[in-house]
Structure formats: C-alpha cells, structure tokens
C-alpha cells in the first residue's frame, strides 16, 4: 500500500508539471490577445478619423507608418511579381490552354497607325518549348528565327518574329497604298514584298521610268537598294530624280511617291 | 494541225463542260473575236470539235496553242487529278530573294541541259503560284504531250505541288527545283488529294483557323430553336462543342480532302489471351477515313457531339501538320514525322 502511494504520487508529478505548462501556455496567449485587440483598436480608430478626415494626433502618427508602410510593401511585392510575369512573355497577348501545357500567343501587327494584321501562334511548354501550330504564312522565316531563340530566349524570339510580321504588314500596306494613287503601276512584286518594280511617268517629257526597290532586311519597312531606270539616262542623273531617289530610300514608297507628284517629278 | 494535237484537244474539249466552253476560249486569247462568234457551245461536243479544228486551221493554230488551252484549262480547273505536295529543304541564305525571272532561267536551263527533247511551259498568277506544264522527250524521241506533269511552285514558300509525276523523271525534275529555288533536298509532305486548292490552303495555312482566345465570340450557327429551357442549358454546351470542333479542324469553308491514311506499324496490345499478342512482330494494318469532304464531316461529328471530345491529335495533325498520310509506330504515342 505505501508502495502503491509512492508510486502514483511519482506520476502526479510530470502530470502536474504538464499541467503549469499548459496555464502558463494560456496566460501569454492572453496577453498576446489583448495586446492584439489593443492593436486593431486603436487601427480602427485611426482609420475612422482619417475617413472622417478629423485632425490627427501625436501617438496617432506612429500607428499611421506602421500601417503605410504595411500596405506599401505588400502593393512592392504585388507589382514586383507583375512586372517579372510581364517581362517574362514580353508584354505580348500571353493565354494558358491545355490545362497549363502550352500557351497560345497573338501577335498584332500595325502600320501608320492602323491594325492591320493578327497572327496566333500556340507554343508547347511540355518538355521543351515548341511551336505546335500556328497561322503565320510560309514566307515568313518562321523556323529560321526559332532555331535562333526560342529555345534560350522567348521573349526575344517573340520580339524577333513580331519585328518581321509587322515590317511584312507595312510593306504589304504600301504596295496597296501605291495602287490607290493610280498613276503609277505596279509591274513586280512577289509574297515577301521585298521586291517591288514600279513604272511612273516623268512629268516632262512623259518618259516611262522604273524603280526598282529591294528590301534586303525583312525587318525593316523601307527599301535598302533602289535603282532607278528609264531610256532617257539624262533624265536618271538629274538632280531632281537622285533626290526622288533619295526620298524612295528615306520614305515609305507611297509618301516618297506623292511627294515626287507633287513636286511635279511624275504624273 | 497534226494528230497529237488533235487527240489533246479532243480531250480538253470533252472535259469542258458546255457552259464553261466560251470563257475558256476566249481566255485562251488564240481565236478572234469573229470566229468565236461563230462557233456554237450548245452544239454535240463531236460537231463543235469539228468546227474548232477547222478554225483554228484557219488561224494556222497547231500543237503549241493546243497545249496553251491545256495549261489554261487546268489553271482554271485545278481541282481533278491526285496531287501531291512536296516540300522542299535546306534553303541556301539567297534563296528568299530568288526572282521569278532567275527562277524561270535556271529551271529551264537545267533540264534543256538533260534532255534534248522537252517542252516547258511557264505562267505565274496573280496569286505569286508559278505553274509549269513539262512534256517529257529525251535523246531521240520527241516530247510526249499526250502525258505532261504539272507543278506548281510558291515562290519563297518551300511548297511544290506535282501532278501526273514519273518516278524516272524524279531526279532530273527534283535538281532543276534545288538550282532554281536555292534549295538542297526535298521531301515528301505525305499530303496528296484531288483538290490542290485545298492542299495549297493547308500548307499555307490559308483556311480559317481557330486558336483559343479569352473572349469567346463563337456562337453556335443554325441552332434550331427549341424550348427555351433546354436551349439555356444546351447553349453553352453546344458552344464548348463547336470551339473544339473549330480549333482541331478550323472554321468557315475547309479545304477539302477525300481521304487520310494511317499506317499502323504497333504491337498488338489486348487484355484477352490471343495468340496475337504472345507474338514479338508488328500488327500491320492500315486505317483510311474517306469522304467527299473529310475535315467537313470530322468538323461536324465533333460540333454535334456524335464524337466525344477532346479530339485526340491523330485526327487534329491532319490540319496541324498539314498532312493526311501518317504512320504510326510504338514509340511515339501519335502521329509521327
């Protein structure tokens, strides 16, 4: 019996050693409480005077950085994140299809401030980055550029084959311009619209010249060759036509053109 | 005009039907006005001949118009015939810039080079499509008009379409392409149909195309109207429908093929305990979808639900790859080249 006593007292022992654990445990998360409900009062109050625009006053002030500068740092990493998903797929019309395994792009292209053209693309994210279908036309170097980038740099690639799509649009856009014009004629052109063969009339005489206009950079939207040709050569090495020749180089063709007309060069 | 020319015309003329006869003259641009005038579409096509024969008699017209009408008369009708596209590869730097005139130079140069006897004829279209009629001859026969090829070329695009294609021209016609395109090799594209249109759009990418985009402006077409109750809850149903149909096989008019071709080259695989599946060697068959218009009715299975979604990619590739001949093997689960 003294021995059943000692024993069950020994047990008491870590029991009640538990036991203060646990009320000690209760009364700090009582203060924290507290001090928290403290907190949020006196937040709530600032709040409500600075809604009710009431003037505030000295220990107000340092709850009022506290909770600026709370906001300020989450709005930080919010914009933070943002601009890092932005920059990743370089600000293009980015969708998720396929539950996450790939995304289809749209590339907008624009000349002079007009839409023109939209081409979609949908890239394969699985196991290496691949274009799986698109509508894009053959003549567009497509593969050429993506065996450059796509593999290293999307956003690079995406910036590539958005500077080609939007030259092509503006090329295509001046050939189209050229033919509202009338007076001139188009005689060559092919898909790339980086060959061009136009016939004007000189002013003067009504001499038939051609210009010849080679866009040797599939980025760009103005010529880097143009060659001018006509039976009358006095009239080629004039000053006036190696100006117009000039202007064919600077100038999107249709502005070069109606300029050149209304300087009296052709018809 | 002698008899092979006649034969040519003969055939022209039979295939042309009555109403289509007087365009095609005249677009033929070979007869004057007056003697077009003169000749009677509606008559029996054996008496019209007869008539047209005579005139172009008049006209001194012989063998090399009769195989201009040829050539008109596909370029308009270009949809009969098995075609077969082919892709070219390995563009040299300069390739992109390649003129028609350069074009047109090296080709012929090339194969007058190989053959003493040959007849090529050369037209470019609006579109920037080259057509090319060959009549094939060689060191002492003259060339057989009775049996040309037709190709048509893209310039900058790497696509070549064949039509009525020799395996013993292959060769010679296949390095005129390389010296003249800038290119080095050339494969097969496993696309063949009766329709070129239809093959140049797949290829091209020229048909209406479908890509997922966030607002979705797709409505379902003919709906008939039913109850309004089952129509709210059938419309978006429907419309979830029509898109798939729509991304795998694209929207509006589909190029049109007759038929798609899957070779099998895979190991039985079934859970019963047949004799099939102990043996190691591979289950050959062959699987063909034909129709008058395949991606039409794939399109249509898919938009009302005959077929469950989502269509597996051995049926989007046709439209996605541009394809419409696939084998299929162990290794990849789904088309392959």
């Known amino acids: ?267 | 005009m002698d008899g092979q020319a006649k034969t040519i015309l003969q055939r022209i003329i039979r295939k042309i039907p009555n109403k289509k006869l007087e365009v095609t003259l005249k677009s033929w641009d070979r007869l004057s006005t007056e003697q077009l005038e003169s000749l009677d579409c509606t008559q029996p096509k054996w008496l019209f001949l007869e008539n047209l024969i005579s005139r172009c008699g008049e006209k001194r017209l012989g063998l090399k118009a009769v195989t201009k009408l040829e050539m008109v008369y596909y370029i308009d009708n270009p949809n009969q015939g098995t075609w077969q596209a082919f892709q070219l590869m390995e563009a040299e730097d300069d390739a992109v810039s390649v003129s028609f005139t350069q074009f047109r130079e090296r080709f012929k140069a090339n194969l007058e080079e190989d053959f003493r006897h040959i007849s090529i004829r050369m037209k470019k279209l609006e579109d920037g499509a080259i057509w090319i009629r060959i009549a094939w001859g060689d060191n002492f026969r003259k060339p057989n008009h009775l049996k040309p090829t037709y190709v048509v070329h893209y310039l900058q695009t790497p696509y070549v379409f064949f039509l009525n294609f020799m395996s013993k021209h292959k060769p010679f016609l296949y390095e005129a392409l390389f010296r003249a395109t800038r290119h080095t090799s050339i494969k097969e594209a496993h696309l063949s149909g009766r329709s070129l249109t239809a093959l140049r759009d797949l290829v091209m990418r020229q048909y209406q195309q479908v890509f997922p985009t966030k607002d979705r402006t797709l409505k379902e077409r003919n709906g008939t109207p039913l109850h309004p109750n089952i129509e709210k809850e059938h419309a978006e149903y429907a419309e979830r429908r029509h898109q798939m149909a729509c991304e795998a096989f694209g929207d509006g008019i589909l190029p049109k093929l007759e038929r798609a071709v899957y070779k099998l080259e895979t190991r039985y695989r079934g859970n019963s305990s047949n004799t099939l599946n102990d043996k190691d060697e591979l289950f050959r068959g062959v699987v063909k979808f034909s129709s008058s218009n395949l991606l039409q009715s794939f399109h249509h299975c898919v938009a009302t639900g005959i077929v469950e979604g989502p269509v597996t990619p051995l049926l989007s590739s046709i439209t996605q790859k541009g394809k419409n001949y696939f084998v299929i093997t162990d290794k990849v689960p789904g088309a392959t080249h």
């Open chain 1, 1 to 267: 019996m003294m021995l059943e006593r000692a024993g069950t007292r020994r047990t008491e022992r870590p029991q009640h050693s538990r036991l203060e654990e646990l009320r000690n445990a209760i009364a700090t998360l009582h203060v924290k409480r507290d001090r928290l409900r403290i907190e949020t009062v006196a937040v709530k109050n600032l709040k409500q005077k600075m809604d009710q625009g009431m003037p505030l006053e000295d220990h107000d002030y340092g709850d009022l950085l506290q909770l600026e500068k709370a906001l300020l740092t989450s709005r930080h990493m919010k914009l933070k994140d943002l601009q890092s998903a932005h920059s990743l797929i370089a600000g293009y019309d980015l969708m998720e299809c396929n539950q996450g395994k790939s995304v289809c792009v749209s590339l907008h292209t624009a000349f002079e401030g007009v839409y023109v053209e939209t081409y979609n693309m949908e890239v394969d994210l699985t196991r290496t980055v691949q274009i799986s279908r698109h509508n894009i036309p053959p003549y567009v170097p497509l593969e050429m550029i993506a065996k450059q980038t796509l593999q290293t740099d999307f956003k690079g690639f995406l910036q590539t084959l958005s500077l080609h799509l939007n030259a092509l649009a503006g090329r295509k856009q001046q050939i189209s311009l050229i033919m509202e014009l009338g007076t001139v004629k188009v005689i060559e052109r092919n898909q790339l619209c980086n060959f061009l063969i136009l016939m004007c009339k000189a002013q003067e005489e009504s001499e038939t010249v051609l210009c010849t206009l080679e866009y040797g950079d599939l980025t760009r939207y103005l010529p880097t060759r143009v060659t001018i040709e006509s039976e009358n050569t006095t009239l080629v090495e004039s000053q006036q036509w190696r100006k117009n020749r000039l202007l064919l180089l600077e100038f999107p063709v249709h502005c070069a053109l109606l300029t050149m007309r209304k300087m009296g060069s052709i018809a």
